[in-house]
Every structure is written in structure tokens, then in C-alpha cells.
């Protein structure tokens, strides 16, 4: 392995950004989505779940549910999602997903600790005290807990939180929490159809803490209609001020309408040209960074002490469908509508729309629809993007001999592209260790692009964002 990286910082540089600012993907996953395929279905998810038990007995597991209700719909959202204010809805759902745990827990061996838990949404917290603890109960029954000493997360609406409900949370082991902020202009709120004051963010930052949580992220999001980077900054700096947050993700909104219905109540013409979303992005960088925090990167800032920031340090950060996280060694196995888990050397998605989620339980079969079995040259680029994405850096010859491969000569249709990054400020070469530059770590979506051998070999029918 390669030494740590050492220099964590970041750097605006609009040139570059103007060079590279194109659609790309943001890596979850490699290959991505649009990879997975139709011919991976329930019966290769337990043929891998079994070898893993076989082979890697003492495996750890991340746990992943999806939680698909929603009180409002806020109209930037791009997540799989029912709105609904009639809370009856989530007791058919919650009965499928109990039946689909206990099939689930029944494929792992169950010595193997959970040491990652995290509920998503949809807004999680949807769901009554009583659904929640009936939830724990369920997953109790099916896999190995641990009520201390694990990573577990949940997302949560500031709007409609309760000191119990964290109580209840923090007494099942639950310890970092997430706010959905995106932006405290009253303005912006209203034309979001997201009214939320921040006496409600702060007041839920209390519970959590006063409740054991350990870490507390915040989201916001930039590129939102009104939004101009001087009051963008005013919500950062209240955010920053009054929440103290450990973790902060700052996001693109990507504007897709053609694919999201409720984006379709934004007006295009209320949302910031592109030169304003840059001088937003700019400013961020310039206040985070004099406020001490690190670019963990793809979006994520955190304290120099955080968990994120020392695991990149250390060269051991690691990436999958929930974002970064500090455990690599774990199977991630996710539940409910649309989740998507990773098992082995496999990706497997669940059915998106709710009432076929419930034939498929219903039927007693998994849910999957879809999937994926990854090659060996899969695995080769996914070790190369994921060390890029994490650790910003990549030693080409320590790389190749735990892959076994010739770095230079399996990777010579890229190396054109890696001496063109390295000529424009993207990356720096020393000998065989290649950093990306402060300026580069912005755009290293563009960087993993070079060896996204389907992005670069296939047809590719999905739009994604940009990246930057």
C-alpha cells in the first residue's frame, strides 16, 4: 500500500474547472447502475451470499434499509419516493420489509456482526417510535447487533423529530445522525416547498447530542432557485455557528425535470446561472477551509478528528451506494424498494415501484430485479477508482502487484490521458505514485473517468450530472 496522504487540502481552481465541468458519474459504485442487467437475479444474490459464509466467514456486514415515505415532497428530490400525509401507508410496507429481512438474515451466517447500520429514505423518521423499535426488533431477531461500538446512521427531517424518537435510537446502538438543511433563506425554502427555520435544525442537533449520538452531518445543497453566493454563505455560516456539524455534504443540484416529475415545479429561470453556482462553490471551499475543515472529497467536508478524515489519512476510506464510509471490510446487504446491495463481487438492486416490492415478498421471493457479476477487469478498475476517489492518490506499482497485473502495459490505452492530466494540473507524477492535485481534487470524477472501461467502450443512454 501506498503511504497515506498527508495534505488534505483543496483548491479552487476555475481554469481547470472550466476545462473539465462535463457529466459524469459519482461513483458509488464501479461499474455503475446502468451496467446492472436484468440476467442477475435472486438465485445468483444467494449463490453469493453462500460463498461469502463459505469463504469469508468472518466478514463484518453493513446493513442498508430504505425507507421510501415522505410527509411533503420537496421539489429539488431526486430519491425513489411516496408523499403521502396518510402514515397508514407505511404499515403494508414495513410488514414486506420485516418478511424480507428475516429471508435475508437466513442467507448470512450469523456470527457476522453488523457494524454498520443505516436507515435512508424517503425521510426514515416517517416512521412512528413504535414502527422504529419494531424495526430494531426484527433486525435483532435476524442478525448480530451491535449496540456499542458499531457505525450506525440515520437520516432524519429536522421538522418532525422528537426527543424520544433519538432516545429510542441511541439506546439500539445508534450514534451518528444526519440533518436535510439545504438552505435556511426563506426565499429559497418556499420556492423548494422545504419551510424549515433553523430553531427546528438546532433544536435537533440538541436531541441528538443529548441523546449519545457522536456525529452529526448536515446537508445543503447549492444551485437552488434564488440562491446567490453571498446568501448561501450567510446559511453556512449560521450552519456553522449554531449546529457545529462534524460532517458537512454540499451538493450540486442537478436540474433534470425530464426525469423527475417534482422538479418540474421549479422554474428554470429562478435558479442561478452556472458562473453564480461556481463563485457558491468557490466561497464554500474559502469559508470551510479557514474554519478548519478537510475536503474529504465528492462534496463531503469534515473536522480534521472526524472519522471520514482520518480513515483518508490513514488510506483506508472507502466508497459504496451510501457515500464514503470507513468500513471496506463489510458486505453491504440493503433492503427495501430500489436498494441496492453489494455482496462479494456482485451488485444486486431491488424492484423500484411499491406494489411490485410487495408481490415479489408476497411470493416469497427477493426482491431483485436486477444485478451485476463483476469481472476480474471489473475488480481491477474498481480497486484503482475507489483508491483515487478516497485517498487522492495512486501508486502504480504497488497497485499492480496486489492486482497482479503490469500497471503500464494493462493500463496503456489510458496512459495518453493520465500524461495529458498531469501536463494540465490534474494530477502530479512522482515516480510511480500519482497525486491528484489540490486543484484536480474537485474534478476527480474526471480523473476515475479515465478508467471507466463501459463508459468508455459502451453506449451510455443515461445522462448523468455534471461533475462538478
Not at 449554531?242 to 416529475?261: E, G, S, V, W
Not at 481491477?380 to 483508491?387: G, L, T
Request: hydrophobic letters at 35%; charged letters at 25%; proline letters at 5%.
Amino acid at each position: 500500500m501506498s503511504s497515506p496522504a498527508t495534505d488534505q487540502s483543496v483548491l479552487f481552481d476555475r481554469e481547470l474547472i472550466d476545462r473539465y465541468a462535463i457529466s459524469g458519474p459519482r461513483y458509488t459504485s464501479y461499474p455503475t447502475a446502468p451496467q446492472f442487467h436484468e440476467g442477475f437475479g435472486p438465485e445468483d444474490y444467494r449463490a453469493e451470499a453462500a460463498r461469502t459464509n463459505r469463504e469469508t466467514p468472518d466478514k463484518p456486514l453493513s446493513l442498508y434499509l430504505h425507507v421510501p415515505f415522505c410527509d411533503t415532497v420537496c421539489y429539488y428530490c431526486a430519491c425513489n419516493k411516496i408523499v403521502t400525509t396518510d402514515r397508514g401507508r407505511s404499515e403494508p410496507y414495513l410488514d414486506r420489509l420485516f418478511q424480507e429481512i428475516r429471508m435475508l438474515g437466513s442467507l448470512f451466517d450469523g456470527a457476522r456482526p453488523v457494524k454498520q447500520l443505516h436507515f435512508g429514505g424517503g425521510t426514515p423518521t416517517y416512521l412512528s417510535d413504535v414502527q422504529l423499535t419494531r424495526l430494531m426488533d426484527v433486525l435483532a431477531e435476524n442478525f448480530q447487533l451491535m449496540y456499542t461500538g458499531g457505525e450506525y446512521g440515520i437520516e432524519i427531517d429536522p421538522r418532525e423529530i422528537t426527543p424520544d424518537t433519538l432516545r429510542i435510537l441511541g439506546q439500539r446502538g445508534f450514534n451518528r445522525i444526519s440533518l436535510g438543511v439545504q438552505d435556511l433563506d426563506p426565499k429559497v425554502q418556499e420556492a423548494v416547498n422545504r419551510i424549515q427555520p433553523n430553531a427546528l435544525n438546532i433544536r435537533a442537533a440538541e436531541y441528538a447530542r443529548s441523546s449519545g449520538f457522536e456525529s452529526l452531518n448536515v446537508d445543503l445543497i447549492y444551485g437552488l432557485p434564488f440562491q446567490t453566493a453571498e446568501g448561501f454563505l450567510k446559511t453556512l455560516e449560521s450552519v456553522l455557528s449554531t449546529l457545529d456539524p462534524d460532517r458537512l455534504a454540499i451538493f450540486n443540484y442537478a436540474h433534470l425535470p425530464q426525469y423527475f416529475t417534482p422538479q418540474r415545479r421549479i422554474n428554470d429561470d429562478d435558479l442561478p446561472s452556472p458562473d453564480e453556482k461556481l463563485r457558491i462553490l468557490e466561497g464554500t471551499i474559502t469559508l470551510l477551509t479557514e474554519a478548519g475543515y478537510l475536503y474529504v472529497g465528492m462534496d463531503h467536508f469534515a473536522k480534521p478528528q472526524d472519522e471520514l478524515a482520518v480513515a483518508q489519512r490513514q488510506g483506508v476510506l472507502h466508497r459504496n451506494f451510501q457515500g464514503y464510509t470507513t468500513h471496506a471490510e463489510c458486505d453491504l446487504v440493503a433492503m427495501g424498494s430500489t436498494a441496492i446491495s453489494e455482496v462479494g463481487d456482485t451488485y444486486a438492486q431491488n424492484v423500484r415501484e411499491i406494489e411490485e416490492y410487495y408481490a415479489r415478498i408476497d411470493a416469497g421471493e427477493l426482491p431483485i430485479f436486477r444485478g451485476l457479476q463483476l469481472t476480474r477487469d471489473d475488480l481491477i478498475r474498481r480497486e484503482i477508482i475507489m483508491r483515487l476517489i478516497c485517498d487522492f492518490q495512486l501508486d502504480r506499482k504497488v497497485m499492480g502487484e496486489r492486482l497482479g497485473v503490469d500497471f503500464s502495459d494493462y493500463f496503456s490505452a489510458e496512459t495518453p490521458v493520465i500524461r495529458r492530466q498531469i501536463e494540465e494540473g490534474l494530477l502530479m507524477e512522482e515516480g510511480d505514485l500519482l497525486r491528484v492535485t489540490p486543484g484536480g481534487r474537485l474534478l476527480i470524477r474526471n480523473i476515475c473517468m479515465t478508467f471507466d472501461w463501459h463508459l468508455n467502450n459502451k453506449q451510455q443512454t443515461k445522462t448523468f450530472s455534471k461533475t462538478i
